[in-house]
């Protein structure tokens, strides 16, 4: 009986590892670049697996890449010729099954070449900067504020700066002799001074009176600029020479002072800032309205109510509670300019309402408006 059970537990083993996963027969070459220097290559590089399989490789990043378990010869391709790698660009690695290998290449690439840096001072910088030129040929373009990295083969070179703009001049030489050996980037400065090509026109307004609200225009030679009673405003970028400032005003205010003629310079490295001040006196935008009612009979009621609402806006739909009047008596109300609609709510509806249905009111104008109202 015994030999029969082993050959049970046999049979058994057997069919357990044939339903099961096998064993792992690839690994994992987890593949890691650097790159220092300052003329990385800028295309990269290739990794070539057994002279079969190629990968492209970042200057400096990580990629994976599952290969079968064994020895396996790593050949970079594509490393410019200015660059060295470590630990060099032939590598024999052993992969084990189910295994994250890993695999470092660093590369230095040193440059050969100029750094130019501009240091710009003053106003109105230039907006596209500079042209840099070496042995009096064009070769790049640096920011005002900038540096530029030129790569170049060793040797004796002169390196200039041109394409300023008018108002800009240089601050020092213009040109810079130096000499570029192999593997060394050589640092050339160069100083800019800019001027103004503009000025700044500032308006203040000093107001009087009440009421100032509204839109206040400035006007330099007809060219409008909104500006603000309350606070001071700066027009800008105004070109040289002769201006005429005025300024617009609401309705309800003039202008006691003014037009200003004023004369902008440019060319220095202060902006030239012009300030005028404008006097200006307004009045109230409103009128006075002055209802009175005449009631006739007796009425039930002990007031009406007075509600208007400006023509065109909305009307029926935001009326406004100007107040209260006595059956017979009279309502003095502040109402701003303009043409209203005019309702006398609270009368009994037994009585009869005589009188407008709208009114109109300037400036500081008195308008009297009547109704009859008769009840029995």
């Known amino acids: 009986m015994r030999p029969h059970s082993l050959l049970i537990l046999s049979a058994a083993l057997?069919?357990?590892?044939?339903?099961?996963p096998g064993p792992s027969t690839e690994g994992t070459l987890v593949i890691s670049t650097s790159t220092a220097g300052d003329?990385?290559?800028?295309?990269g590089y290739l990794l070539s697996v057994d002279d079969l399989d190629t990968l492209a490789l970042t200057p400096s990043g990580t990629t994976e890449l599952?290969?079968?378990?064994?020895?396996h010869t790593l050949q970079l391709l594509g490393v410019a010729q200015?660059?060295?790698?470590?630990?060099?660009?032939?590598?024999?690695?052993?992969?084990?099954?189910?295994?994250?290998?890993?695999?470092?290449?660093?590369?230095?690439?040193?440059?050969t070449g100029i750094s130019v840096t501009t240091t710009t001072t003053g106003?109105?910088?230039?907006?596209?900067?500079?042209?840099?030129?070496?042995?009096?040929v064009d070769r790049e373009t640096v920011l005002a504020n900038g540096v530029a990295l030129i790569f170049l083969d060793p040797g004796e070179l002169t390196i200039g700066v041109t394409g300023l703009a008018p108002n800009c001049a240089m601050e020092g030489p213009a040109s810079a002799s130096v000499t570029v050996v192999d593997e060394v980037i050589v640092p050339v400065a160069f100083a800019v001074l800019c001027t103004a090509t503009s000025g700044v026109i500032g308006v203040a307004i000093e107001v009087a009176g009440v009421d100032?609200?509204?839109?206040?225009?400035?006007?330099?030679?007809?060219?409008?600029y909104p500006v603000q009673w309350d606070q001071h405003t700066y027009m800008t970028s105004i070109t040289p020479g002769d201006h005429v400032v005025t300024l617009g005003v609401p309705s309800n205010c003039s202008a006691e002072t003014g037009p200003?003629?004023?004369?902008?310079?440019?060319?220095?490295?202060?902006?030239?800032?012009?300030?005028?001040?404008?006097?200006?006196?307004?009045?109230?935008?409103?009128?006075?309205?002055?209802?009175?009612?005449?009631?006739?009979?007796?009425?039930?009621?002990?007031?009406?109510?007075?509600?208007?609402?400006e023509v065109g806006f909305y009307c029926g739909f935001y009326p406004l509670l100007l107040g209260t009047v006595d059956p017979n008596g009279t309502l003095v109300a502040q109402v701003d300019q303009g043409v209203y609609e005019i309702w006398?709510?609270?009368?009994?509806?037994?009585?009869?309402?005589?009188?407008?249905?709208?009114?109109?009111?300037?400036?500081?104008?008195?308008?009297?408006v009547a109704y009859a109202v008769s009840c029995p």
């Not at 599952?66 to 020895?71: C, N, Q």
């Not at 106003?123 to 009096?136: E, K, P, Q």
Request: charged content about 20%; aromatic content about 8%.
């Open 82 to 111: 200015h660059c060295s790698v470590a630990p060099g660009p032939s590598l024999e690695v052993d992969v084990t099954p189910g295994s994250r290998t890993p695999v470092e290449f660093a590369f230095d690439c040193p440059g």
């Open 123 to 136: 106003l109105d910088f230039d907006a596209d900067g500079y042209r840099i030129t070496v042995n009096a």
């Open 14 to 20: 057997t069919i357990s590892c044939d339903d099961g």
């Open 344 to 368: 006398l709510y609270d009368v009994p509806a037994t009585c009869d309402i005589n009188g407008p249905s709208q009114f109109s009111i300037e400036l500081r104008d008195t308008v009297d």
């Open 260 to 309: 200003h003629v004023i004369t902008l310079t440019a060319g220095s490295t202060v902006r030239d800032t012009a300030e005028v001040t404008f006097s200006v006196s307004c009045v109230t935008r409103l009128g006075t309205l002055r209802l009175t009612t005449h009631t006739t009979g007796t009425p039930s009621s002990n007031y009406y109510s007075v509600w208007i609402c």
């Open 66 to 71: 599952e290969v079968p378990a064994g020895s």
């Open 39 to 43: 003329h990385p290559d800028p295309d």
């Open 212 to 224: 100032p609200e509204g839109e206040y225009v400035a006007m330099v030679d007809g060219t409008t």
